[in-house]
């Protein structure tokens, strides 16, 4: 489910995604719309972290683009994840303000 996330600023609108299913809750920090594209975005404080719910979102979705902010050099990957295939673009953390 995509959720508004209140800000005082106009555009862009920023959302994130839960799913809140009995025994497997995932969530994602922002999501956003650009065109008819969906991105999610993961923010992760240290050089690595799980990207568990970012996979179910990735595959239920069938999105092909994803931004993980962290700690890291930027870099593209490919993932294949969930019998899904999609690019990781990875950015520095301090890019996001």
């Known amino acids: 489910m995509l959720r508004f996330a209140e800000s005082k600023a106009r555009y862009p609108r920023i959302f994130y995604w839960n799913r809140e299913k009995s025994g497997s809750d995932a969530e994602v920090d922002f999501v956003f719309?650009?065109?008819?594209?969906?991105?999610p975005i993961e923010?992760?404080?240290?050089?690595?972290?799980?990207?568990?719910s970012l996979h179910i979102i990735?595959?239920?979705k069938k999105l092909k683009n994803a931004i993980r902010?962290?700690?890291?050099?930027?870099?593209?990957?490919?993932?294949e994840a969930r019998n899904h295939?999609?690019?990781l673009y990875s950015l520095p953390i301090y890019l996001g303000e």
């Open 58 to 60: 990735m595959e239920e």
């Open 33 to 39: 719309q650009k065109g008819r594209h969906i991105v």
């Open 43 to 52: 923010v992760k404080g240290g050089k690595s972290g799980s990207l568990k």
């Open 85 to 87: 295939k999609y690019q």
């Open 69 to 79: 902010f962290d700690i890291n050099p930027p870099s593209i990957v490919s993932i």
